[in-house]
């Protein structure tokens, strides 16, 4: 019988995840970002951004939804942006390059932007804003999707869940790291419901009359909400217009379904800002004046409830990196079938059961 959960050193995983991308048939080059991008989501904690997602990448890249090998080609729009196009290949490879070309422009002219289009879903934000972080730098990062939220006020599905992240440096060499959907759900959190059969929240979806939607597995025949009602709507359409609209990217219901539409390149657009705050003041300046401001609001709750934005996450990273990433049982089950069916034999496998 399978355990609940199962402890793998990440690099282990790396592997795991590695040589099943490669035996799917994705390339060399993109398989080994978007091995790294859901190995970290797992470290963090992200387990529906994480490994589970692999059987439906290597069904859109066995129907051509993915193209696997891409070839990415930039377009120098000013001194320091530029779009790029991701000729249909894997969004985090394509936001991988875009993030590092952001990070690039700041190096060298203090500001970095850069629109992406002909991409795919990319995962989570956070994982790109880190990496601005890194170098010392504050991230921006937002992308489009398949429509399946309302407008306020609205009932037919005509925005996606749309999120945004936000990352800032912190001194320890973590990063604060805000990441959102601009819908009163997450795709990711619909499904997982749904998975459970664990009914949605009241106020979260409505059928095309409006009627509240409770049974997550009905929600095809409805629409999500906006977070906050206008407010959540407002920022979606900031999403939309910045990565979808500005680069050229399909729009609302220009972006294909990366479930339904398997075989169709989901045109997602991404779009990111990357600050170098050495031109705006000495970094040690900006930790002294950001630690003033996190003391402030950590110190807003005297029993310690006040976190900051990828506190918890933060946390997950340092435990699952020392003593193994925490798997559900959902993920290593998707993982062990994957293994088998894809003879992988490398001492791959059996490590999903001892670890």
Known sequence: MMKDTTRIDHRKLHEVCLAILMKGGVDKTQAGEVANNLVWSELVGRENFGLLRLPVFLKRVKHGGIKCPCVPRFVECSP?????DADAGFGQYAANLAIERAISFAQSTGVGIVGVRNSNFFGTGAYFVHKAAEKGMIGLVMS?????VT?????APILGTNPFAFGAPLRNGESLMFDMATSALAGSTVREHAARKKPLPEGMAVDANGKPITDPASIGKGALLPA?????????????ILAGVLTGAGVSKGVASMYKDVAQPGDNGHFMIVLDIFRFMELELFYDRLEYLTGLVKASSQDGKVLLPGEIR?????????????????????VS???????????????LQDA
């Open 144 to 148: 489009n999707s398949f429509p399946k």
């Open 314 to 334: 933060w946390q997950n990273y340092k435990n699952n990196l020392s003593a193994g990433i925490k798997l559900g049982k959902d993920t290593l089950g998707v």
């Open 337 to 351: 079938k994957l293994c088998a069916q894809m003879g992988i034999t490398q001492n791959l496998a059996p490590a």
């Open 228 to 240: 906050a009602g206008a407010k959540g709507y407002g920022l979606s359409l900031m999403v939309e």
């Open 151 to 155: 407008a306020h006020n609205g009932l």
């Open 80 to 84: 320091g942006s530029a779009i790029l």
